[in-house]
């Protein structure tokens, strides 16, 4: 690190003596006038200003003892915040010139991700703050964002939290129906809108509903349109450079007002806005440094990640957005999920955010791979991974030894020759991945670390801000969610609404400060998920979720209490660990099973075609509707279904499957974050599932949704 001159430090000092008086100068301006006045830099304004690549960028910022001495570091020099606001401002002075954003550019024929820092991100928010201001943003204003995560959208909300106003995210491949309920119950009075597809429809569809909307945006309009962003960023940039700074605007947020109301996904039925206040937030991001013995080590500032989860979603944005931004690391942002592969090989991130999707999809791979491959390269990659879970449990028995010489040896040559080429799907420098969002099998979770990527599970809801529990890269159990994370107090109470005894089944509950304020004007719902806790003053929230929790704190998730039914003989079932069972199948992408108040399970399951005729060698000229109908198909599923869930009870089985077309995003059967909205996909399925049974469907009765979630949808 380049360390900044006494000139520098002595321009910091006034700088932050002038900001606890509400100085006119920005954090981002401070940078500027380190560079300009403290260093002898040979570079031009202009030339500093441009977004560089990762690998170019050079530290300037100041020492961690001044940042100290000026309270922006804690003694473990740490950034110190308590609010989003406070996160980003300080962020901007202690990570100075570090990379912050990476944004996808293919100038002169070399694809690559370009960087800007976190100084150049501080002046946009300065600029950004003015637009607001001017398109007349207030204290406790709501304003809405239509976008896929780019810098724009960090941008926005940061300037909003330096106004003390609320950020109001939805996501791009909601229907217009959701934007305008979510813009009237918030009562949004701005509105930006990622491209110009987005803009027309706000205008079309959804301005003439909302009556609160004062002003609407478009983040990709070009330069010199009214409505375009870029042309409002470069007035607010003139207008900064005329009066001098850029502060003037702030309205410094307290721990408790709101930062965030985002609207749950619905995989349920109609979204509720989950209010969360700053400290919500920042008691996530706080709490994780405590799940590690280095405070260093779990985000470092070298760390990159690509971020291709949606900052609309609690998970993606707190676990990624914030806590990255808290910790000087920096984030490519990638350019959407067909792109994924290419964009992890140009990014390299070294942590990796994601849900069970990405790490399923990997671990089918390799295993297609393996079986269409010689029987002797088949033997060397099954003999790697047979290696690599021996090298896994070595590590984790304190070295007492796994393997021999020889095994160690052929070790070391299978990891370089085939260990090492799956690593590089994901850049290749992955020091470890966070997978959250739905149930993870263990067997992926082995998988990871057999070819030496360490996968951290964590559990929790946007109503708890979100995490509740992870494990960390320094102490995992797969199969489990982790432990509670420091400040958080996870409890199951069982059905006599009491705590249960460790490793007895319940509700997974919990109290703390990620605790969401409630649902946005919606008492009755609140009410609904809020008591309080056994120590009589604390707000115990209620997960909705079946688990269970060890003497030592590790929880696992069994199920889903309005998920699981009755048979008709009486037999509760649990779906989710069906699912899952059934999902750990080659040929079986997406799974959804039925049987309430039925006499046995059937399960709607979607296939991978293309892998199905490539092991049964059929022609693509043959139509899929063919191939269901086909007895081969049929009972190459029913067999792998079988061998899948041997370890189930006959009953938990299903004895019938339907083929179905996959659930998306597009037929409103998956979620943004890609969870599946179980009560669309038994909708659109109701003659599928009656025909399994042999009958008509009975209202009311054999869709495994229950009646809260059935008048919900």
Same mark, same amino acid.
């Given at each position: 690190?380049?360390?900044?001159?006494?000139?520098?430090?002595?321009?910091?000092?006034?700088?932050?003596?002038?900001?606890?008086?509400?100085?006119?100068?920005?954090?981002?301006?401070?940078?500027?006038?380190?560079?300009?006045?403290?260093?002898?830099?040979?570079?031009?304004?202009?030339?500093?200003?441009?977004?560089?690549?990762?690998?170019?960028?050079?530290?300037?910022?100041?020492?961690?003892?001044?940042?100290?001495?000026?309270?922006?570091?804690?003694?473990?020099?740490?950034?110190?915040?308590?609010?989003?606001?406070?996160?980003?401002?300080?962020?901007?002075?202690?990570?100075?010139?570090?990379?912050?954003?990476?944004?996808?550019?293919?100038?002169?024929?070399?694809?690559?991700?370009?960087?800007?820092?976190?100084?150049?991100?501080?002046?946009?928010?300065?600029?950004?703050?003015?637009?607001?201001?001017?398109?007349?943003?207030?204290?406790?204003?709501?304003?809405?964002?239509?976008?896929?995560?780019?810098?724009?959208?960090?941008?926005?909300?940061?300037?909003?939290?330096?106004?003390?106003?609320?950020?109001?995210?939805?996501?791009?491949?909601?229907?217009?129906?959701?934007?305008?309920?979510?813009?009237?119950?918030?009562?949004?009075?701005?509105?930006?809108?990622?491209?110009?597809?987005?803009?027309?429809?706000?205008?079309?569809?959804? !301005? $003439?509903?909302?009556?609160?909307?004062?002003? +609407?945006?478009? @983040?990709?309009?070009? /330069? #010199?349109?009214?409505?375009?962003? *870029?042309?409002?960023?470069?007035?607010?940039?003139?207008?900064?450079?005329?009066?001098?700074?850029?502060?003037?605007?702030?309205?410094?947020?307290?721990?408790?007002?709101?930062?965030?109301?985002?609207?749950?996904?619905?995989?349920?039925?109609?979204?509720?806005?989950?209010?969360?206040?700053?400290?919500?937030?920042?008691?996530?991001?706080?709490?994780?440094?405590?799940?590690?013995?280095?405070?260093?080590?779990?985000?470092?500032?070298?760390?990159?990640?690509?971020?291709? !989860? $949606?900052?609309?979603?609690?998970?993606?944005? +707190?676990?990624? @957005?914030?806590?990255? /931004? #808290?910790?000087?690391?920096?984030? *490519?942002?990638?350019?959407?999920?067909?792109?994924?592969?290419?964009?992890?090989?140009?990014?390299?991130?070294?942590?990796?955010?994601?849900?069970?999707?990405?790490?399923?999809?990997?671990?089918?791979?390799?295993?297609?791979?393996?079986?269409?491959?010689?029987?002797?390269?088949?033997?060397?990659?099954?003999?790697?991974?047979?290696?690599?879970?021996?090298?896994?449990?070595?590590?984790?028995?304190?070295?007492?030894?796994?393997?021999?010489?020889?095994?160690?040896?052929?070790?070391?040559?299978?990891?370089?020759?085939?260990?090492?080429?799956?690593?590089?799907?994901?850049? #290749?420098?992955?020091?470890?991945?966070?997978?959250?969002?739905?149930?993870?099998?263990?067997?992926?979770?082995?998988?990871?670390?057999?070819?030496?990527?360490?996968?951290?599970?964590?559990?929790?809801?946007?109503?708890?801000?979100?995490?509740?529990?992870?494990?960390?890269?320094?102490?995992?159990?797969?199969?489990?969610?982790?432990?509670?994370?420091?400040?958080?107090?996870?409890?199951?109470?069982?059905?006599?609404?009491?705590?249960?005894?460790?490793?007895?089944?319940?509700?997974?509950?919990?109290?703390?400060?990620?605790?969401?304020?409630?649902?946005?004007?919606?008492?009755?719902?609140?009410?609904?998920?809020?008591?309080?806790?056994?120590?009589?003053?604390?707000?115990?929230?209620?997960?909705?979720?079946?688990?269970?929790?060890?003497?030592?704190?590790?929880?696992?998730?069994?199920?889903?209490?309005?998920?699981?039914?009755?048979?008709?003989?009486?037999?509760?079932?649990?779906?989710?660990?069906?699912?899952?069972?059934?999902?750990?199948?080659?040929?079986?992408?997406?799974?959804?099973?039925?049987?309430?108040?039925?006499?046995?399970?059937?399960?709607?399951?979607?296939?991978?075609?293309?892998?199905?005729?490539?092991?049964?060698?059929?022609?693509?000229?043959?139509?899929?509707?063919?191939?269901?109908?086909?007895?081969?198909?049929?009972?190459?599923?029913?067999?792998?279904?079988?061998?899948?869930?041997?370890?189930?009870?006959?009953?938990?089985?299903?004895?019938?499957?339907?083929?179905?077309?996959?659930?998306?995003?597009?037929?409103?059967?998956?979620?943004?974050?890609?969870?599946?909205?179980?009560?669309?996909?038994?909708?659109?399925?109701?003659?599928?599932?009656?025909?399994?049974?042999?009958?008509?469907?009975?209202?009311?009765?054999?869709?495994?949704?229950?009646?809260?979630?059935?008048?919900?949808?």
């Amino acid at each position: 690190m380049r360390i900044v001159s006494q000139r520098t430090q002595q321009l910091a000092r006034r700088y932050i003596s002038n900001e606890k008086n509400t100085s006119s100068r920005s954090a981002a301006s401070l940078i500027h006038n380190f560079n300009r006045n403290g260093h002898s830099d040979s570079k031009s304004s202009s030339s500093r200003a441009r977004s560089r690549s990762f690998s170019s960028q050079t530290s300037l910022q100041a020492t961690p003892e001044f940042l100290r001495e000026q309270g922006i570091f804690c003694e473990n020099n740490l950034l110190k915040f308590d609010t989003l606001h406070e996160l980003q401002k300080r962020g901007a002075v202690a990570f100075a010139e570090n990379p912050i954003f990476g944004t996808y550019t293919d100038a002169g024929g070399d694809p690559r991700f370009e960087y800007m820092n976190y100084r150049e991100f501080g002046e946009k928010v300065d600029q950004c703050r003015t637009v607001l201001k001017d398109l007349g943003a207030t204290k406790f204003s709501k304003i809405g964002i239509i976008s896929n995560n780019r810098w724009e959208w960090a941008a926005i909300s940061c300037a909003a939290y330096g106004m003390n106003a609320t950020v109001v995210p939805m996501y791009e491949a909601q229907l217009p129906a959701d934007w305008t309920h979510i813009t009237n119950d918030s009562e949004c009075s701005i509105l930006f809108g990622s491209t110009q597809d987005i803009f027309h429809r706000i205008v079309s569809d959804v !301005l $003439p509903q909302t009556p609160s909307v004062k002003a +609407t945006i478009c @983040l990709d309009a070009d /330069m #010199g349109k009214s409505h375009a962003f *870029a042309t409002l960023m470069e007035a607010a940039k003139k207008q900064i450079e005329d009066e001098g700074g850029a502060s003037s605007s702030i309205s410094e947020p307290t721990p408790d007002d709101l930062a965030n109301l985002i609207y749950t996904s619905g995989t349920t039925g109609k979204p509720k806005g989950v209010e969360l206040i700053h400290s919500n937030t920042i008691s996530n991001v706080l709490g994780i440094r405590g799940m590690a013995d280095d405070v260093h080590d779990f985000i470092r500032q070298s760390d990159r990640s690509l971020a291709f !989860l $949606p900052w609309a979603h609690c998970y993606g944005q +707190t676990c990624e @957005l914030w806590t990255h /931004m #808290g910790h000087g690391a920096s984030q *490519a942002i990638c350019r959407g999920v067909p792109s994924l592969l290419e964009d992890l090989q140009m990014a390299k991130p070294t942590v990796l955010f994601a849900v069970p999707t990405l790490y399923k999809k990997i671990y089918d791979g390799v295993h297609n791979l393996i079986e269409s491959s010689s029987p002797m390269k088949r033997s060397l990659m099954k003999k790697s991974l047979s290696l690599g879970r021996k090298n896994v449990e070595e590590r984790n028995s304190n070295g007492v030894a796994s393997m021999d010489m020889v095994e160690r040896l052929q070790y070391k040559v299978l990891d370089k020759v085939i260990l090492s080429k799956i690593r590089d799907r994901f850049g #290749g420098n992955l020091r470890h991945g966070y997978v959250a969002g739905a149930a993870v099998p263990a067997e992926i979770i082995n998988f990871m670390d057999d070819i030496g990527i360490p996968i951290c599970e964590g559990y929790g809801l946007t109503e708890t801000s979100p995490i509740m529990t992870l494990n960390s890269p320094y102490e995992r159990l797969p199969g489990a969610v982790g432990k509670p994370i420091p400040g958080v107090t996870v409890m199951i109470m069982g059905e006599n609404g009491l705590p249960a005894p460790p490793g007895e089944e319940g509700e997974i509950c919990c109290y703390g400060p990620n605790v969401m304020r409630g649902y946005h004007n919606n008492p009755k719902a609140t009410e609904e998920v809020i008591s309080l806790a056994p120590d009589g003053k604390s707000r115990l929230f209620h997960s909705g979720d079946l688990g269970r929790m060890s003497e030592d704190n590790w929880v696992k998730v069994t199920g889903r209490l309005k998920e699981q039914y009755k048979l008709e003989n009486g037999k509760y079932i649990c779906p989710t660990p069906i699912e899952n069972a059934i999902g750990m199948s080659r040929y079986i992408t997406q799974v959804v099973l039925c049987g309430a108040n039925r006499p046995y399970n059937v399960a709607l399951v979607v296939p991978d075609w293309a892998l199905i005729r490539n092991d049964l060698k059929i022609d693509d000229s043959v139509p899929e509707d063919d191939l269901v109908n086909d007895e081969g198909v049929k009972a190459l599923i029913q067999s792998d279904i079988d061998d899948k869930c041997s370890s189930l009870k006959k009953f938990e089985i299903p004895q019938e499957v339907a083929f179905v077309a996959p659930f998306t995003a597009a037929n409103n059967m998956l979620t943004p974050k890609m969870s599946i909205k179980r009560h669309m996909v038994v909708r659109e399925y109701q003659d599928a599932i009656s025909s399994m049974y042999g009958d008509d469907i009975v209202a009311g009765a054999g869709d495994g949704v229950s009646s809260e979630d059935r008048a919900a949808a």
